[in-house]
């Protein structure tokens, strides 16, 4: 869908009102772009890739050839466990363990700034691309290019994950993460970190 960068969405009795006219010009435009494309013949399939991460269960069995956990604990009961892998959305999020408290990190732009500088608007050819993404806590890797139609891109895909991830990391400080969930823990009533 994209971020909304110009404008601002409508409330729902808004929307209702041009309902009628969204799927008119839904349906023409989806036979415009069938009739155009319909012909078309060996098409490659390009593909990204994005991967949303939740809670896990602490005994999960995914075969996995790497685990890293962030485990959630009050006191001595563990709440939850979280597998920590490459995915596209990252949350930076910023640890205070002399008081035991996480916070999300609101540095998103200047993170993803810097990863752009030293990404693509160096090298176009870059195996990473970053973009902003729903909050300024968050930031969006993908990769440079999309994949290919054969099956050894398959084995590109992981690689290119741990690639995005490791350039995010290394421009946090020491007690700054980056966390990939769907959503982060009591979001609403936190306070967050600068």
């Known amino acids: 869908m994209g971020l909304l960068t110009q404008g601002s969405p409508l409330n729902w009795e808004e929307t209702k009102n041009y309902a009628d006219h969204v799927r008119k010009h839904g349906i023409i435009q989806f036979l415009n772009i069938y009739n155009k494309a319909k012909d078309r013949k060996n098409d490659v399939l390009k593909w990204g890739d994005e991967l949303p991460i939740g809670p896990t269960p602490l005994g999960d069995s995914l075969g996995l050839a790497y685990r890293r956990y962030i485990t959630v604990k009050q006191g001595s009961l563990t709440l939850f466990s979280l597998l920590k892998i490459g995915t596209v959305e990252y949350m930076l999020i910023a640890m205070d363990h002399s008081n035991q408290k996480v916070r999300l990190l609101l540095s998103g732009s200047d993170v993803l700034h810097t990863l752009q500088e030293k990404g693509e608007n160096t090298n176009p050819n870059h195996p990473t691309l970053?973009?902003?993404?729903?909050?300024?806590?968050?930031?969006?890797?993908?990769?440079?290019?999309?994949?290919?139609?054969t099956m050894s891109e398959f084995n590109?895909?992981?690689?290119?994950?741990?690639?995005?991830?490791?350039?995010?990391?290394?421009?946090?400080?020491?007690?700054?993460?980056?966390?990939?969930?769907?959503?982060?823990?009591?979001?609403?009533?936190?306070?967050?970190?600068?």
């Not at 970053?130 to 139609?149: A, D, F, N």
């Not at 990391?169 to 970190?193: D, G, W």
Request: contains cysteine.
């Open 130 to 149: 970053w973009r902003h993404e729903y909050g300024s806590y968050m930031i969006e890797g993908t990769p440079g290019q999309p994949y290919g139609g």
């Open 156 to 194: 590109t895909v992981e690689d290119n994950m741990g690639k995005r991830r490791r350039e995010a990391s290394s421009l946090l400080k020491e007690n700054q993460t980056l966390c990939t969930i769907t959503a982060f823990p009591r979001y609403k009533h936190m306070h967050v970190a600068t």
